[in-house]
């Protein structure tokens, strides 16, 4: 699985958007971009997973590259409940394993 | 209707102890997991089971015995806990082979005195 890297933390006003990037340059064409997220204390929650087209859901957005050597999550309007540690994470469709790194904290203030 | 739910939420007990954590989902997945949370927050999975069928183990140290008595569950035996093994310990599951969109349980926060 090809290692991922993001920013250790980012903040966020309340209602705005957050912009979280992922590099990922080691991806290989059937690795897709998985992200997760770990609020305070609760286990890790799926978000959203892409291959190489974009991709929305009732949580965020996926924009990946067209190189898929990065890809960035979107919250369109961030609240105090998504404060959370974001990770982002590159995994074949079929493995069983996902290999979490250190992730994104991100900190939304009002 | 707690999609995977573990037991205990909290487990505090002594050196050379042997306790067990047990986890259930009623998703209707066939896989289910372990994982290991550390104090410096890093997330790693020990264990992997399809089908009551082993499927991973990362070099976990043999005290630690994962159980499934059907697909619903996964139970984590620990013998003669060592102060290291104080953790959070997450299950998850996951539905078919073709995605990897896991399901994680609440956790259970390990002390080791």
Redesign the interface.
Known sequence: DAKTTQPPSMDCAEGRAANLPCNHSTISGNEYVYWYRQIHSQGPQYIIHGLKNNETNEMASLIITEDRKSSTLILPHATLRDTAVYYCISSFIDTDKLIFGTGTRLQVFP | DTA?SQTPKYLVTQMGNDKSIKCEQNLGHD?M?WYKQDSK?????MF?Y?NKEL??NETVPNRFSPKSPDKAHLNLHINSLELGDSAVY?C?S?AG???????????TRLTVL
């Open positions: 995977v896989t997991y927050k890093f997330l790693k999975i992997s399809n499927i991973i997450f998850a996951k082979v073709q995605r990897n969109t896991q399901y994680f349980g609440p956790g």
